[in-house]
T-cell receptor, first 111, second 115 residues
Framework: TQLLEQSPQFLSIQEGENLTVYCNSS?????LQWYRQEPGEGPVLLVT?????EVKKLKRLTFQFGDARKDSSLHITAAQPGDTGLYLC???????????FGAGTILRVKS | DTGVSQNPRHKITKRGQNVTFRCDPI?????LYWYRQTLGQGPEFLTY????????KSRLLSDRFSAERPKGSFSTLEIQRTEQGDSAMYLC?????????????FGPGTRLTVL
């Protein structure tokens, strides 16, 4: 069974601070997606990383896929209140088409 | 808006009743997925369609659950004899054929509450 563990589970920071969210597994994934979810809504895709060691940037967000394709991180620079939400990582199965999700990191950015 | 749509957005039902949810994927997406999300957890995979064929089912999908995609477009998820443990957000996602990397685009979900 493929599992993804996210840490921390909850993060409360002040506006302007930096933060990093981690997503770890003992399994290899074909790809890793990061989603952001608002209460009562579905997850919204932020980025997909595919190649081991790959780094992608989306404005103040930086995503990295581990060399062995087992882990990933999301770094946010100068967090803003609009970044508040649930951040989910999801691994694409090597065989099959489903996504395996972590439990998520709840981020709260206070102004 | 051409994103994934789901109806209804909210459903409250009494234990033992049957409920049916509908998902309309992004136009021309031939792959469709159903997930379930409970409070404090990430979504869990339920089932997957490629066109009208149901190709994968999770062990979470008990005999009371059935999903269909008769014409390869919209899909329905039915839960028979609902139980309080079925209370959750039911999410639908779609992706186009040939899109690598398992990228899936989610709808807003249907929140089910079983009393």
């Amino acid at each position: 069974t493929q599992l993804l563990e996210q840490s921390p589970q909850f993060l409360s920071i002040q506006e302007g601070e930096n933060l990093t969210v981690y997503c770890n597994s003992s399994s290899v994934f074909s790809s890793l997606q990061w989603y952001r979810q608002e209460p009562g809504e579905g997850p919204v895709l932020l980025v997909t990383v595919v190649t081991g060691g790959e780094v992608k940037k989306l404005k103040r967000l930086t995503f990295q896929f581990g060399d062995a394709r087992k882990d990933s991180s999301l770094h946010i620079t100068a967090a803003q209140p609009g970044d508040t939400g649930l951040y989910l990582c999801a691994g694409g199965a090597i065989y099959g088409n489903k996504l395996v999700f972590g439990a998520g990191t709840i981020l709260r950015v206070k102004s | 808006d051409t994103g994934v749509s789901q109806n209804p957005r909210h459903k409250i039902t009494k234990r033992g009743q049957n409920v049916t949810f509908r998902c309309d994927p992004i136009s021309e997406h031939n792959r469709l997925y159903w997930y379930r999300q409970t409070l404090g957890q990430g979504p869990e995979f339920l089932t997957y369609f490629q066109n009208e064929a149901q190709l994968e089912k999770s062990r979470l999908l008990s005999d009371r659950f059935s999903a269909e995609r008769p014409k390869g477009s919209f899909s329905t998820l039915e839960i028979q004899r609902t139980e309080q443990g079925d209370s959750a957000m039911y999410l639908c996602a779609s992706s186009p054929q040939g899109r690598p990397n398992n990228e899936q685009f989610f709808g807003p979900g249907t929140r089910l509450t079983v009393l």
